[in-house]
């Protein structure tokens, strides 16, 4: 088992920057990458941006990249996510998974098996 928690969300203006943390725990040699999903109300959750634990190779959605960077401490068991240039549709509910993934899959729900609670991210205009 792996647990997760996330920390760091927040409320924002448009332009503003926030820095989200996920602490692992537990078996995490269970997953091979971690990743930040969002869910926006009415909407799916979809993959933000994934980090390979042993490369430290990254991949971000379309929409975020240039404005998201997705690090990692492995001596903490820490992912980072910090957001820039934030806007109002990056509104919503921002989770952290565990897993095994690999480029074609990241941004599949199904393809992680632990997640953390969820922690808010709210852009005003």
């Known amino acids: 088992q792996v647990q997760l928690v996330e920390s760091g969300g927040g409320s924002v203006q448009a332009g503003g920057s926030l820095r989200l943390a996920c602490v692992a725990s537990?078996?995490?040699?269970?997953?091979?990458?971690m990743a930040w999903f969002r869910q926006a109300p009415g909407k799916e959750r979809e993959g933000v941006t994934v980090i390979y634990s042993g490369s430290g190779e990254t991949a971000y959605a379309d929409s975020v990249t240039g404005r998201f960077t997705i690090s990692q401490d492995n001596g903490k068991n820490t992912v980072y996510l910090q957001m820039n240039s934030l806007k109002p549709e990056d509104t919503g509910l921002y989770y952290c998974?565990?897993?095994?993934?690999?480029?074609?899959?990241?941004?599949?729900?199904?393809?992680?098996?632990?997640w953390g609670q969820g922690t808010q991210v709210t852009v005003s205009s």
């Open positions: 998974a565990a897993g095994f993934s690999h480029r074609y899959t990241w941004k599949e729900v199904s393809t992680f098996e632990y």
């Open positions: 537990g078996h995490t040699y269970y997953s091979n990458s």
